[in-house]
């Protein structure tokens, strides 16, 4: 008679147990838990599809960086190419020599256009490399501009003696008595190109036949106010202190070094600044602009203007459309993700619109 009490007792229990704990059994891995198999299978598809995606990133990884080694190789053998032709053509002598450098100098800035290109995809190393070997063909150039024109080097050294004579042939070249500011070119005796050089607290200008396709120097200036109303080839600024410097296009390649407290206002096809400090420049850039060992150095617009700049922007090459003046690589600062400390944008209401 106990039998039926112990199959009541257990029937009793069994109806006992709540739901609840019934449908968790089954969440838990019971034979017939449809819920809690229903979440296996979305766990895993969601996990095939991180890896697939996973699979396909890094498929697109190797083929990026595939299309750029491609790149940098036909970049490496174009710009050798390129640069051992303007080598040879520096090396000419003879009557075809002025010729040969106006070659030289032409494909001088298709090399730089070039490089421009192909600072996207190349590694900051290698830009540096070809930026150092353009600024070695252009001091070449310039050097051998100046040993075929002796006379222009010399001219200044007879002013005296001109002076004194009645016929003074060489008078565009003669000093402006009334403002020490119009210096004649030619008055920096520096190898590397016309200029100025060791003023203090003066205005100084070059006008567009001075300027053209030149290599302008301006070093040891300070509290100075330069303006180049014109379009040189190069532009290198040294040493300078607490100086304002307006420069029209130029076609190639602009260089600051040792500079502090300074505003530059330049467009060019490369800028790159080295040791300068607490320095504004308002620029125009087709490729780049590079800062290497600087701090304090705020970039803006291009914003200066003149008479005749657009015939000078003609004339240099130059794209008015294009300007990267805010696409700055720091070789000192590679952590990628976080700006650089050493430079920055100028904020907008502290940008110069008016000049003069």
Same mark, same amino acid.
């Given at each position: 008679?106990?039998?039926?009490?112990?199959?009541?007792?257990?029937?009793?229990?069994? &109806?006992?147990? $709540?739901?609840?704990?019934?449908?968790?059994?089954? +969440?838990?891995?019971?034979?017939? @838990?449809?819920?809690?198999?229903?979440?296996?299978?979305?766990?895993?598809?969601?996990?095939?599809?991180?890896?697939?995606?996973?699979?396909?990133?890094?498929?697109?990884?190797?083929?990026?960086?595939?299309?750029?080694?491609?790149?940098?190789?036909?970049?490496?053998?174009?710009?050798?190419?390129?640069?051992?032709?303007?080598?040879?053509?520096?090396?000419?002598?003879?009557?075809?020599?002025?010729?040969?450098?106006?070659?030289?100098?032409?494909? !001088?800035?298709?090399?730089?256009?070039?490089?421009?290109?192909?600072?996207?995809?190349?590694?900051?190393? +290698?830009?540096?490399?070809?930026?150092?070997?353009?600024?070695?063909?252009?001091?070449?150039?310039?050097?051998?501009?100046?040993?075929? *024109?002796?006379?222009?080097?010399?001219?200044?050294?007879?002013?005296?003696?001109?002076?004194?004579?009645?016929?003074?042939?060489?008078?565009?070249?003669?000093?402006?008595?009334?403002? $020490?500011?119009?210096?004649?070119?030619?008055?920096?005796?520096? $190898? &590397?190109?016309?200029?100025?050089?060791?003023?203090?607290?003066?205005?100084?200008?070059?006008?567009?036949?001075?300027?053209?396709?030149?290599?302008?120097?301006?070093?040891?200036?300070?509290?100075?106010?330069?303006?180049?109303?014109?379009?040189?080839?190069?532009?290198?600024?040294?040493?300078?202190?607490?100086?304002?410097? !307006?420069?029209?296009?130029?076609?190639?390649?602009?260089?600051?070094?040792?500079?502090? @407290?300074?505003?530059?206002?330049?467009?060019?096809?490369? !800028?790159?600044?080295?040791?300068?400090?607490?320095?504004?420049?308002?620029?125009?850039?087709?490729?780049?602009?590079?800062?290497?060992?600087?701090?304090?150095?705020?970039?803006? $617009?291009?914003?200066?203007?003149?008479?005749?700049?657009?015939?000078?922007?003609?004339?240099? @090459?130059? +794209?008015?459309?294009?300007?990267?003046?805010?696409?700055?690589?720091?070789?000192?600062?590679?952590?990628?993700?976080?700006?650089?400390?050493?430079? &920055?944008?100028?904020?907008?209401?502290?940008?110069?619109? *008016?000049?003069?």
């Amino acid at each position: 008679m106990e039998a039926p009490d112990s199959a009541a007792a257990a029937e009793c229990t069994a &109806s006992a147990v $709540p739901a609840e704990m019934l449908a968790a059994n089954g +969440d838990m891995g019971g034979p017939r @838990g449809g819920g809690g198999l229903g979440l296996v299978p979305e766990r895993l598809q969601k996990r095939e599809q991180e890896r697939l995606l996973e699979v396909e990133r890094r498929k697109q990884e190797r083929q990026s960086q595939t299309v750029k080694e491609e790149k940098s190789d036909f970049f490496a053998a174009a710009f050798a190419r390129e640069r051992e032709a303007v080598e040879q053509l520096l090396g000419c002598a003879g009557q075809e020599a002025p010729s040969r450098l106006d070659e030289a100098a032409s494909r !001088l800035q298709a090399l730089q256009k070039l490089l421009n290109d192909a600072v996207f995809y190349l590694a900051p190393y +290698d830009v540096r490399l070809g930026q150092e070997a353009l600024a070695r063909l252009q001091g070449a150039l310039a050097e051998r501009r100046q040993e075929l *024109q002796p006379k222009k080097r010399f001219a200044f050294k007879s002013r005296r003696k001109e002076a004194a004579a009645p016929d003074p042939s060489p008078a565009a070249d003669a000093p402006q008595p009334p403002p $020490p500011a119009a210096l004649p070119p030619g008055q920096l005796h520096v $190898p &590397s190109g016309f200029g100025f050089s060791n003023r203090e607290s003066q205005t100084l200008q070059m006008r567009a036949e001075e300027l053209h396709q030149r290599d302008i120097l301006l070093t040891g200036l300070t509290d100075c106010t330069v303006r180049l109303y014109g379009n040189p080839n190069t532009l290198r600024l040294t040493k300078a202190r607490g100086c304002t410097v !307006l420069c029209g296009p130029v076609s190639t390649s602009v260089f600051l070094d040792d500079c502090v @407290g300074c505003v530059l206002a330049v467009a060019c096809q490369q !800028l790159r600044t080295h040791s300068t400090r607490d320095t504004r420049i308002f620029l125009q850039v087709t490729s780049r602009a590079i800062v290497e060992d600087c701090s304090g150095v705020q970039f803006a $617009p291009y914003s200066w203007s003149y008479p005749g700049i657009d015939q000078d922007f003609e004339g240099s @090459g130059l +794209d008015r459309n294009k300007n990267n003046w805010k696409d700055v690589d720091d070789f000192n600062w590679l952590a990628r993700g976080v700006a650089s400390p050493n430079w &920055s944008i100028l904020p907008e209401e502290e940008r110069i619109i *008016q000049w003069d």
